[in-house]
């Protein structure tokens, strides 16, 4: 019964974001997720391929019986985008579409948390291959952390001339 109910989660989380990763990637329909227009393309195009990719790692490998390892990763992967963008709520004051953020990344984890047995079928990683890792990861977390950190400007009234 309790694996039944975790592909019912992992189901509906990889639903939501795929369809919250498509329209991000080919940027039609993107006006009814807040905030996006203060987001450049590139960032939006890279956010709707993590959000497509960690949907299909998330069921597939489950589906087809290989690499189910990658299962628990891709919910961690939903968590953190998902804490990332309540963070961006947070700072623009958005405090329902904060929370419903916060809740989607405690359904990730808690998916995370049901199949983490997945990965000890996982290849192992070098020690030599973590610093390089480390030095790619580092700087895309202190940009977003400063993205997330900077300043909202107000819009004021428009001005006529």
Known sequence: M????VWIAEGFLALFFLAAGLPKIIGRGIER???FDQVPRGLT???????????????????????RWTTPLAAVG?????????GFHLRNREWLASLETVLWASLA????IARWG?????PSISRDLLIPLWLVLLP???TNLVFLTRATTPAGPAVRG
């Open 78 to 86: 939903i968590a953190v985008i998902s804490l990332m963008a309540s």
């Open 140 to 142: 895309g977390i202190i």
């Open 45 to 67: 195009i890279l956010i709707g391929c993590s959000e497509v990719g960690a949907a299909t790692a998330l069921v597939v490998p489950l589906l087809i019986d290989e690499l």
């Open 109 to 112: 984890v808690s998916i995370a």
């Open 33 to 35: 997720w807040i905030g």
């Open 118 to 122: 997945e990965l000890s079928a996982a």
């Open 2 to 5: 309790f694996d039944i109910v």
